[in-house]
């Protein structure tokens, strides 16, 4: 079985903090890394994308991959109110089987 | 591009009753998937299709549940019969070999 694992949270932090989530995975086949965010009653929208092992920023986000432990991490500087949403790491395999974690709820408080 | 399109956006029902789900993926897109969303269990994946073809439907919870892919732009997922706790948010999403970008959903509700 196929396991994406993150902390459910509740997650929260003041304004201009930074927040950081974080994603393990189980199937060490797995090849491509995403961060989704989910506001309320919506549907998941693509934040982050990264394939190999290291950093990648853009703009107040960073996602690290670690493929040797198994985990994906999103970082977000300068956190607003308007970061406050369900975050859900997602993993591909290279037959492009995408499977989410539960999501962690991240709250940004004024 | 007008996105992943289903319907429809909300769907009540009388458990017992068949239900089905539709959705067009983005054109030229050649992977669908079909998730449930529910408080209890966040996203699971159902089933996905590779150009039409199911690849994966280890996640459909029983024999109830039947998907199809007749060809590259129509999708359906159906629940026959349906029962109460089918009652979720269910997402189709469609991708080019890597990420997915998913449809507004289909809140379904069986009394």
């Known amino acids: 079985q196929k396991e994406v694992e993150q902390n459910s949270g509740p997650l929260s932090v003041p304004e201009g903090a930074i927040a950081s989530l974080n994603c393990t995975y189980s199937?060490?086949?797995?090849?491509?890394f995403f961060w989704y965010r989910q506001y309320s009653g919506k549907s998941p929208e693509l934040i982050m994308s990264?394939?190999?092992?290291g950093d990648k920023e853009d703009g107040r986000f960073t996602a690290q991959l670690n493929k040797a432990s198994q985990y994906v991490s999103l970082l977000i500087r300068d956190s607003q109110p308007s970061d406050s949403a369900t975050y859900l790491c997602?993993?591909?395999?290279?037959?492009?089987?995408?499977?989410f974690g539960a999501g962690t709820r991240l709250t940004v408080k004024p | 591009d007008a996105g992943v399109i289903q319907s429809p956006r909300h769907e009540v029902t009388e458990m017992g009753q068949e239900v089905t789900l539709r959705c067009k993926p983005i054109?030229?897109?050649?992977?669908l998937f079909w998730y449930r969303q529910t408080m209890m269990r966040g996203l699971e994946l159902l089933i996905y299709?590779?150009?039409?073809?199911?690849?994966?439907d280890s996640g459909m919870p029983e024999d109830r549940f039947s998907a199809k892919m007749p060809n590259a732009s129509f999708s359906t997922l159906k629940i026959q019969p349906s029962e109460p706790r089918d009652s979720a948010v269910y997402f189709c999403?469609?991708?080019?070999?890597?990420?997915?970008?998913f449809g507004s959903g289909t809140r379904l509700t069986v009394v």
């Open positions: 997602a993993v591909q395999d290279n037959n492009n089987d995408m499977r």
């Open positions: 299709f590779n150009n039409n073809v199911p690849i994966d």
């Open positions: 999403a469609s991708s080019l070999h890597r990420d997915g970008t």
């Open positions: 990264i394939y190999s092992n």
């Open positions: 199937d060490r086949g797995s090849q491509s």
């Open positions: 054109s030229g897109h050649n992977s």
